[in-house]
């Protein structure tokens, strides 16, 4: 994918803090990109993330702004829509993450590009309403995107427990 001008003003974090060791906040609107080494984070660099044009189509599909063709089911990956511009591929030996809201339908999307040979599995905390939770995650395949949607407002997502695993197609795509 592209870096954009918000690269220059990025913040940068080592593995060193015990912060970033614990996992990484993501407030709406933010992206961090990830090197991931030995199932250990490496770096973090944390800013500012604008929608692109497919990531808004994407929500207003998920959204039930605009319908999808195939139905969209939890840990299945999404339908072919020739409406939705061409997804983004990510770059190769980085993860990016990006929480984004759906203003349409007041929701919640987080894209997430997995830029490595093997699968990324996460763990994931959710903000809304002041109270904080776990939420179900699913695996995110090599060299893919993975989607999560919420249908209401997150203030924040803590985005912590990053794993590259060995993954096949016959696998599937787990969510936990």
């Known amino acids: ?76 990956p999404m339908p072919h829509n020739s409406a939705l511009p061409a ?8 993860a990016r993450f990006r929480f984004l809201p759906v203003p ?10 997995n830029g490595y040979a093997k699968a990324l599995s996460y763990q994931a905390r959710i903000t809304s309403k002041g ?8 695996l995110v395949v090599p060299g893919k995107l993975g989607v999560e949607y919420w249908p209401y407002a997150i203030s924040a997502i803590e985005v912590s427990a990053f794993k590259l695993v060995d993954w096949k197609a016959e696998d599937g795509v787990p969510c936990k």
């Open 104 to 113: 349409e339908t007041g929701g919640s999307l987080l894209i997430i590009h």
């Open 131 to 138: 109270k904080a939770q776990p939420t179900d995650v699913c």
């Open 1 to 76: 994918m592209r870096r954009s001008a918000w690269a220059l003003a990025a913040v940068s974090v080592s593995i060193a803090s015990p912060a970033m060791a614990q996992g990484v906040t993501l407030a709406r609107g933010e992206e961090v990109v990830l090197e991931i080494s030995d199932d250990d984070l490496a770096d973090a660099a944390l800013g500012p993330a604008s929608a692109t044009p497919f990531e808004v189509a994407l929500g207003r599909q998920v959204g039930g702004v605009k319908l999808p063709e195939a139905p969209v089911t939890q840990g299945q």
């Open 87 to 94: 997804a983004p591929v990510p770059v190769a030996g980085q």
